[in-house]
Structure formats: structure tokens, C-alpha cells
């Protein structure tokens, strides 16, 4: 199977979750993208909730620097050290793991590796994953920092772009939403709006 872009590398890792750095600035997936990172012979499946872009100093927060500049990318020109100086991050939930060839929606055994690489997976293995749809109920009953809501729409309209009738991909999704959220209308409605966007 084909490998996919490597996006970056594993530096905080839990049961639930992993938290990546990338290799270039401002270089993370996009919200909501399916990644996946090994722990042989498991690979580990995760969307991106989370991307941000700080200081590599803990507690030393970047100052303003282009008052005297004509645009952003001179910034960088007159301070190349900038890009040393900052790092980009995101965060993945995990929602599933793949072993011996069999897919499973629900978490794996162990958390991802520390220096794992971390790739954002190419569009068969998106369509491959998205068959089912077990990794929902992963979303909707998760607590992150970012709207489940939002998390939720994104993934769909991120796995809808591999399908050439992406409308039947999220009429399916939305199918399996409005069981999950049967008691939950404003919720599921509010996904929808998003969704169909």
C-alpha cells in the first residue's frame, strides 16, 4: 500500500491520542485529515483535531517583528533564524489501528512510538478506512479542546474529497450520524449544515 506524505514525527503519545511536531513550518494536515504512524505491526490511525505553531522554548513567546517590513515573507528573510527558532505541531486522535491486514475501529493495544514518523495516508487508504464508519462514535464521545462538531464535519468533508460522488459518501455519513445521535437533533443538525458545505 502506498505509503503517503511524511508530515512529521511522534513526540507525545497516549492511548487516546499523539501529538506530532513537523518537519517544515506551518506544514501541518489539514483538520479533520486521516494520519497514521507504526508500532510494528500495528499501525496506529488518527485525525488531525489540533495544529499549532509556537516557540520551541516553552514559556517564550515570539514578538512582533514586521513594522518596518513590506510583507511577511521579508520577515523571514531579514531573520532566517526564525524558522529554528519556531515549531509546528498537531495533535491526532487515535480512531483506529490496522493489524495483519484487518482494520479496526476502535483503539489499538498500545500508544504510537516516540519518533515515530507520521504520515498523512494517500486516498485509497482514506477510502479503505472510511468502509465504516466505527470511528464516529470515537468522535462524538471524545473530549478535546476543539468543538466535536467541528472535528466531526471535517473528517467528513476531508474522506468525501477520495470519492468521486462524494454527495453518496456523506449521505451514508449522515445515515450513520442520525442513528448515533438519534436523541441529539440540534447536535446532528448542526454537523449537517457543516457537512454539506
Partial sequence: ??????????????TTDFVAQCYELYQSPPL???????????????IVYNATTASLEPGRRPIARGKDEASEEAIYRASPQLLKLLRSEFSALVVGH??????????????????GFVYLCPPE????FSQSFGFLNILINTHL??????????????MSRVYEDRHTFLVVAGKE????????????????ERIKQ
Fill in 1 to 14: 500500500m502506498a505509503e503517503g506524505q511524511r508530515v512529521g514525527e511522534v513526540i507525545e503519545a497516549s
Fill in 32 to 46: 479533520g485529515s486521516l494520519v497514521k504512524t507504526r508500532d510494528e505491526p500495528v499501525e496506529l490511525y488518527g
Fill in 98 to 115: 490496522r493489524q495483519d491486514d484487518k482494520w479496526y475501529h476502535y483503539l489499538p493495544p498500545k500508544p504510537a512510538r516516540i519518533h
Fill in 125 to 128: 487508504e482514506v477510502k479503505e
Fill in 145 to 158: 479542546p476543539v468543538s466535536t462538531d467541528e472535528l466531526i464535519a471535517a473528517c467528513l468533508r476531508q
Fill in 177 to 192: 450520524l442520525a442513528i448515533l445521535l438519534s436523541g441529539q437533533f440540534n447536535q446532528l443538525k448542526a454537523i449537517l
